[in-house]
């Protein structure tokens, strides 16, 4: 099956500073990469879209400047959470399609402690 | 607004039994579905899903009914297996290309 990665699994940092969240798919190409973010017993919410190549499309209420999406090639993709603050924790999951049908294939998952 | 609703937080079941899980969606714009099983600390594992010009998609044990009218879908697991202990979201989006709209989950516990 389709296999997702993400790098680093958790990590705890310092109130302002910077955190950068690796995504890779392994065995496919993909096109369009997503960030979602899940709080403590809720859903999953998308943060952003990214395709290969250009610009990230955010959705509404999602900082750009606070969240930088990189998508340079069909395997990668990086969140960077820039100046982080308390209320960033959060765990931070990507997902990535590229297959025939679109289908979402997630990573296991990020989870940021800003303190 | 919730536009992906799974009204039961929870549900448990016996081991050996049929599990349903409910999921409602009010925008008609969705045009395809997923279920997806996700343990703590991890991410989604896709289960099934199903386009909205079907009613029903079946993988071994595990079957996706689709009733566009009542904009309800629900997922069956039968015989139901302690693994099968999870919490279980129903997604949906819009197009291809699109995010994913989640529910809030299903915390589905299997007794033996």
């Known amino acids: 099956g389709a296999v997702v990665s993400q790098h680093p699994s958790r990590v705890i940092c310092k109130s302002g500073t910077s955190v950068k969240i690796e995504c890779r798919s392994l065995d496919f190409q993909a096109t369009t990469m997503f960030w979602y973010r899940q709080f403590p017993k809720q859903s999953l919410m998308l943060m952003a879209t990214?395709?290969?190549?250009?610009?990230?499309?955010?959705e509404q209420g999602v900082e750009k400047d606070k969240f930088l999406i990189n998508h340079a090639s069909l395997t990668l993709s990086t969140l960077t959470v820039t100046s982080a603050h308390p209320e960033d924790s959060s765990f931070y999951i990507c997902?990535?399609?590229?297959?025939?049908?679109?289908?979402?294939?997630f990573g296991p998952g990020t989870r940021l402690t800003v303190l | 607004d919730q536009q992906v609703k799974q009204n039961s937080p929870s549900l448990s079941v016996q081991e050996g039994r049929i599990s349903i899980l409910n999921c409602d969606y009010t925008n008609s714009m969705f045009d395809y579905f997923l279920w997806y099983k996700k343990y703590p600390a991890e991410g989604p594992t896709f289960l099934i899903s199903?386009?909205?010009?079907?009613d029903k998609n079946e993988d071994g044990r595990f079957t996706v009914f689709l009733n566009k009218s009542a904009k309800h879908l629900s997922l069956h697991i039968v015989p139901s297996q302690p693994g099968d202990s999870a919490v279980y979201f129903c997604a949906a989006r819009r197009g291809g290309a699109d995010g994913l709209t989640f529910g809030k989950g299903t915390h589905l516990i299997i007794q033996p």
């Open positions: 990214s395709n290969e190549g250009s610009k990230a499309t955010y």
């Open positions: 997902s990535a399609s590229g297959l025939a049908d679109h289908t979402q294939y």
């Open positions: 199903i386009s909205s010009i079907k």
